[in-house]
């Protein structure tokens, strides 16, 4: 996975490496930018560019091989959001008392530390900053660079506080990046030790003319669909699994019908059979679920006469006849309760059991 699988801001990827060649990176870097504008991707490269063992060149800029002990132990911490949740999963099963002493990070390589924002506040805490300061002052273990990602910018302020006194002095031999997607979140001091990068994420026409030439079995209207759900991230729309999400939104549809023509179980409980417990039926549910809020947030749209809005467009005559049975309250309340099957599965609850009970608590009477 070297650079050049990177896509989109060409220009900020340049000037990073840039520095990386001549050994000027500097020891604070904000990255910035909205949702799926890549900064992740791009801050776990440049720890591989750090850290490769075989490093190599690429339009006579430094890359990385993807392949080496290092780059292949930094990569695993690729997919955050597993990470992070299996995190969390490790915490909520302690003991009460070590509970409130852990606190969250992600870690796949002993000189890579990543450090998502601790919920419930989802704000970086203090006890956070403090690893930080306890291990940056050490040579790397098995790199040439510490690196620390803090994948938000939202600091309790005397996290912010601790942060500052690390930037005023740090170590040769350390990199911390803050991804943002709001900068001005952070202390201006803070923002004047360390240099800012924005990243950009494409509009959803840039990914529908990329995915014109790299899906072209894909219809039109279908590539509008990829462009929309995968909010700027081309990576995202390139791989995106259209069928399973499709199939999943014929399920995520005859669920909502079901919700609103109250009474009328025998199909329901046709499709929520087939959403089994295990690693296969995890990913299943987890499909279904990320399409029925799709098909929710279009609700919203088609209800406050916004259809343009729409992501699943080729389905709108089914959302509007949808969106003639409901109303707005119904759509939060439907929110809401899809929020808690998610945390029902997060503790393993029957997944189908959980399913059949958000339909039916929606039904309208
Ligand atoms: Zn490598």
Redesign the pocket.
Known sequence: MPFSDFHGNAETVHRLRDMLARERFPHAVILSGAGGSGKYTLALMLA?AM??????ETDGLPD?????????RIAQAADLDARFTEAVEARENMRETDKKETRLFVQSHPDVLVIPPDPPQMMVKVDQVRRVIETIYYRPAEGRERVYIFTSSAFIKEAANSLLKVLEEPPDFATILLLSENSGELLPTIRSRSMTFQLRALAAEEIETDLAANHPEWKPQQRALVARLSEGALGRARSFDLAAYVAARADALTLLNSAVRAGEHGELFKVTETYRPGAEGKEKTEHLVHALYSLLRDLMFVNSGAPQMVCNSDVTGELVKLGEAVDFEWIAAASDRLAEVQRGMRRNLLRSLSLDAFAVALERN
């Open positions: 591989q850290n490769c063992l075989e490093p190599s990385f091989c993807g392949r080496c002990a290092n780059c292949t």
